[in-house]
Each structure stands twice: as structure tokens, then as C-alpha cells.
């Protein structure tokens, strides 16, 4: 991919929206579930969750096609300013050949996730050009440390994060 091909999403601030959706699996914690997106209120986000959001799932955060137009909602959605994910899972590779990626370019968004995500983030990169962010999802985000967590959401405001260098012994 040529540099000018390149797509940067645009940086977040104080009061920008952020989408979770569940391409893969459901909600399976519902206190982790809550304190990330306490975490991300924290912050200083909003958070929306799409129109037909449902825990209640098997294996599965719904069918294939109800997790898709979950996906699309939030991206015709123009409150939101990025899309994390709720968690990965098995499934996103069901999806990922039917993702509107003329949307995608038409209006960038951050896209946060790991796990089964990299497949999706990784599709969305190669086929757009878009920089896409390989992070936690929004069940993961009370795990990291106080560091990784500001280096995050340094990341996500465009920021450069310092880090300290050690020397390894």
C-alpha cells in the first residue's frame, strides 16, 4: 500500500462518541462490560451502543446478519467518532466479506479491537487503507495498567506516548 493511500482516521476528543458493537461474541461479563464503559465515560467519552443491542445471545452475538446491521448502524450513525468492540469471539470472519467498505471510507473511524477483531481490522486496513487500532476491546479495557490505559487513550487523541525507557539487565 502506497503512503498516499493511506486513511487516518480522525483523532478523538473530550466528548466524542464511541460505538461498541459485538461483530463476534455476546456480552459474557456483564461487570466487565459495565466498567469499561465506565472507564471510557472516565475519559471523557459518550457511548452508544447500536439500536438492537442484546446480551442475551448464545455462542453468537446474533445472527450474522443481525451482527452486521449492528455493525452498519453504527457506521451510518454520524454521532459516532469510533467503534470499539465488546469483545472478540469467533465471528467475525462470517461477516466480514458483506461489511460496507465504501462506508468505511466515506466517513473513517477509529476501529478498536484485538483477538478475533484482527481479521476484521486487519481486512478493513488492506482493503481501504485504513488505519485501524489493534486494542482492547471494551470488556478488556479494566485489565490494563494505569500506563497502558493513558497510552491508549493518548493514542486515540492523536498523541505521541512517552515512554520511559529501561535498560535491560
Given at each position: 500500500?502506497?503512503?498516499?493511500?493511506?486513511?487516518i482516521?480522525?483523532?478523538?476528543?473530550?466528548?466524542?462518541?464511541?460505538?461498541?458493537?459485538?461483530?463476534?461474541?455476546?456480552?459474557?461479563?456483564?461487570?466487565?462490560?459495565?466498567?469499561?464503559?465506565?472507564?471510557?465515560?472516565?475519559?471523557?467519552?459518550?457511548?452508544?451502543?447500536?439500536?438492537?443491542?442484546?446480551?442475551s445471545?448464545?455462542?453468537?452475538?446474533?445472527?450474522?446478519?443481525?451482527?452486521?446491521?449492528?455493525?452498519?448502524?453504527?457506521?451510518?450513525?454520524?454521532?459516532?467518532?469510533?467503534?470499539?468492540?465488546?469483545?472478540?469471539?469467533?465471528?467475525?470472519?462470517?461477516?466480514?466479506?458483506?461489511?460496507?467498505?465504501?462506508?468505511?471510507?466515506?466517513?473513517?473511524?477509529?476501529?478498536?479491537?484485538?483477538?478475533?477483531?484482527?481479521?476484521?481490522?486487519?481486512?478493513?486496513?488492506?482493503?481501504?487503507g485504513?488505519?485501524?487500532?489493534?486494542?482492547?476491546?471494551?470488556?478488556?479495557?479494566?485489565?490494563?495498567?494505569?500506563?497502558?490505559?493513558?497510552?491508549?487513550?493518548?493514542?486515540?487523541?492523536?498523541?505521541?506516548?512517552?515512554?520511559?525507557?529501561?535498560?535491560q539487565?
Amino acid at each position: 500500500m502506497c503512503a498516499e493511500n493511506i486513511i487516518i482516521p480522525p483523532r478523538l476528543k473530550k466528548g466524542s462518541c464511541i460505538g461498541l458493537f459485538t461483530p463476534a461474541g455476546p456480552v459474557r461479563d456483564q461487570r466487565r462490560f459495565e466498567a469499561g464503559i465506565s472507564l471510557l465515560r472516565e475519559q471523557g467519552f459518550r457511548v452508544k451502543l447500536p439500536p438492537d443491542f442484546d446480551t442475551s445471545h448464545g455462542y453468537l452475538a446474533g445472527t450474522d446478519d443481525v451482527r452486521l446491521e449492528s455493525l452498519h448502524a453504527l457506521l451510518y450513525d454520524n454521532d459516532v467518532d469510533a467503534l470499539m468492540a465488546v469483545r472478540g469471539g469467533f465471528g467475525c470472519l462470517r461477516i466480514i466479506d458483506r461489511i460496507n467498505f465504501e462506508l468505511l471510507v466515506a466517513r473513517p473511524r477509529q476501529l478498536i479491537g484485538f483477538s478475533d477483531l484482527t481479521v476484521l481490522l486487519n481486512s478493513i486496513s488492506q482493503r481501504t487503507g485504513m488505519i485501524t487500532v489493534h486494542g482492547p476491546v471494551a470488556t478488556s479495557l479494566i485489565d490494563g495498567s494505569r500506563e497502558t490505559i493513558e497510552a491508549f487513550f493518548a493514542l486515540l487523541a492523536g498523541q505521541q506516548p512517552r515512554y520511559n525507557e529501561r535498560k535491560q539487565i
